[in-house]
């Protein structure tokens, strides 16, 4: 090989790792809404979220348990509230803002104090956890963002919940 | 289909609930005299009419269970309303509020969102009607609660 030929084949060799080396707009990066119910965070992706609607009064619903306050009138659509405080820590947490999700089948908002941010994530700052305590229910993954740690929500496990508790 | 639909209206305060008056087929002040000693508007048992007895529900301590209402006692007579169930066992629904009768658009009504339907508040609460922004009215079935013998 002279050394021409060993000059355009490590250029060739380079170039073909610059094509298999993840530049940072090919790293598989996720999208989430954070929001606050009191003193803790969630996350959701943006997707999930229909609506972000402020100031609405909950009605009670006899039969539903602690973490439905009861519904709101959005839109003249009744809505079911679900009070994460109450799901996640028994705390109940008076909500002036209501992220109305986008479902399929139901009609279900959650009632927040603060909607934080919008960020964007590599993949690898989502981790599982195995947990059995109402964190480990109710989500999906947790978001390692800066120095805080955001579970992210999982609708459909706390849906579940909520139709187990309602039968 | 009908455009609209009568019923009771009891004021709860913060809330309303609305009784089908297609439920009742008659209403009584007061049961026939020396129909028994526990025959009568108060307390558990039966009520008796024009020679029928009807098994009582009483509806104050179901709403107060169901809602707390903070509406006042308004020192209301008590009426009872006359209701016969799907078992053909007669009820006497009774009513210690003021309540007057309404005419709604039915196409005001709300069912509730399909998980509270499929589950327990579904069973007692056909559908809800929003007055305005700041108050709900309960549309509520009280046949399925006098039959089933539960309460919200």
């Given at each position: 090989m002279t050394s021409e030929e060993l000059a355009a084949d490590l250029e060739r060799r380079a170039g073909a790792a610059e094509d298999t080396q993840p530049s940072g707009a090919d790293v598989a990066r996720e999208r989430f809404l954070v929001f606050a119910a009191g003193e803790s965070s969630f996350a959701l992706p943006p997707s999930a979220v229909r609506e972000i609607v402020p100031g609405l009064t909950v009605f009670p619903v006899p039969g539903c348990p602690a973490y439905v306050p009861g519904l709101v009138n959005c839109h003249g659509k009744p809505y079911t509230v679900i009070d994460l405080r109450v799901l996640f820590e028994n705390e109940r947490q008076a909500a002036d803002q209501f992220l109305v999700l986008n479902l399929e089948n139901d009609d279900v908002a959650l009632g927040c104090t603060e909607v934080e941010e919008i960020v964007e994530v590599a993949q690898s700052a989502l981790s599982s956890f195995a947990a059995n305590d109402a964190a480990g229910r109710f989500c999906s993954a947790m978001l390692e963002h800066g120095d805080r740690r955001i579970p992210v929500l999982a609708i459909a496990q706390i849906l579940k919940e909520l139709e187990h508790d309602l039968a | 289909m009908p455009e609209e639909f009568s019923a009771f209206l009891l004021d709860l305060g913060p809330l309303d609930v609305?009784?089908?008056?297609?439920?009742?087929?008659?209403?009584?002040?007061?049961?026939?005299?020396?129909?028994?000693?526990?025959?009568?508007?108060?307390?558990?048992?039966?009520?008796?009419?024009?020679?029928?007895?009807?098994?009582?529900?009483?509806?104050?301590?179901?709403?107060?269970?169901?809602?707390?209402?903070?509406?006042?006692?308004e020192g209301i007579a008590p009426t009872a309303f006359l209701m016969n169930g799907a078992s053909g066992k007669a009820f006497a629904c009774i009513v210690e509020r003021g309540f007057e009768m309404v005419s709604l658009p039915m196409k005001e009504l709300r069912l509730l969102p399909a998980g509270l339907r499929r589950g327990r508040p579904g069973r007692n609460i056909m559908a809800v009607r929003f007055a305005g922004e700041n108050r709900m009215?309960?549309?509520?079935?009280?046949?399925?609660?006098?039959?089933?013998?539960?309460?919200?």
């Open positions: - | 609305l009784l089908c008056a297609g439920d009742f087929y008659g209403a009584a002040s007061e049961p026939d005299p020396g129909a028994g000693p526990d025959d009568s508007m108060a307390g558990t048992g039966r009520f008796t009419t024009k020679g029928r007895t009807h098994e009582k529900i009483l509806l104050e301590p179901i709403l107060q269970r169901c809602f707390a209402p903070e509406a006042p006692d009215q309960y549309l509520i079935d009280l046949k399925a609660m006098a039959e089933g013998g539960s309460t919200p």
